[in-house]
Antibody
Framework: QVQLQESGPGLVKSSQTLPLTCTVSGGSISNGGYYWSWIRQHPGKGLEWVGSIYFSGKTSYNPSLKSRLTISLDTSKHQFSLNLSSVTAADTAVYYC????????????WGQGILVTVSS | QSVLTQPPSVSGAPGQRVTISCTGSSSNIGAGYNAHWYQQLPGTAPKLLIHGNSYRPSGVPDRFSGSNSGTSASLAISGLQAEDEADYYCQSYDSSLSGWVFGGGTKLTVL
């Protein structure tokens, strides 16, 4: 069974870049059947798809975040990463990494989530 | 505002049946993209509950069922139990946005 674990700073200063990493175990990050995705949840709110990356390096980003977002893949470390630049308080959220079964378009495995707070 | 529309809350007594609707449009559910459902218990990550409109992953009780019609999908929970109290989210793919979209979530209260 695939397991995912987020890591990164819990606190980021406004206007700086938020870096998060997701480590994948129990499955190959080079598995062509999956997109590797980031999803966030603002405090007390619903889920928002942030962006995804395929093993080939192809990325898909939420249009509302595209100008500030970079998602990358490191297959040697079994990791994929998110960098969100110029953060504001509106980026304060729990960030989840998840695997997205490509043929089904659904998120089958999720990390536990990491709370990131943007401070001024 | 979410691309997929869900009622903010539903409630039911133990043993009863409740349904949660998810209304989309011609660029997501109405375009033939499947609806999927997730259960989020308090303080935990979402868990896949239904995929492909009506398929249950291994381990999900058959009290949970899904269906879709036109631009909408529904999640039904029968034989309500206290442990079902959670937030439920629908999800699909949207061709206009070229990305995955979620409903705003529905909080289920077991009375």
């Amino acid at each position: 069974q695939v397991q995912l674990q987020e890591s990164g700073p819990g606190l980021v200063k406004s206007s700086q870049t938020l870096p998060l990493t997701c480590t994948v175990s129990g499955g190959s990050i080079s598995n062509g059947g999956y997109y590797w995705s980031w999803i966030r949840q603002h405090p007390g709110k619903g889920l928002e798809w942030v962006g995804s990356i395929y093993f080939s390096g192809k990325t898909s980003y939420n249009p509302s975040l595209k100008s500030r977002l970079t998602i990358s893949l490191d297959t040697s470390k079994h990791q994929f990463s998110l960098n969100l630049s110029s953060v504001t308080a509106a980026d304060t959220a729990v960030y989840y990494c998840a695997s997205n079964w490509r043929l089904g378009n659904y998120f089958d495995y999720w990390g536990q989530g990491i709370l990131v707070t943007v401070s001024s | 505002q979410s691309v997929l529309t869900q009622p903010p809350s539903v409630s039911g007594a133990p043993g009863q049946r409740v349904t949660i609707s998810c209304t989309g449009s011609s660029s997501n559910i109405g375009a033939g993209y499947n609806a999927h459902w997730y259960q989020q218990l308090p303080g935990t990550a979402p868990k896949l509950l239904i995929h492909g409109n009506s398929y249950r992953p291994s381990g999900v009780p058959d009290r949970f069922s899904g269906s879709n019609s036109g631009t909408s999908a529904s999640l039904a929970i029968s034989g309500l139990q206290a442990e079902d109290e959670a937030d439920y989210y629908c999800q699909s793919y949207d061709s206009s946005l070229s990305g995955w979209v979620f409903g705003g979530g529905t909080k289920l209260t077991v009375l």
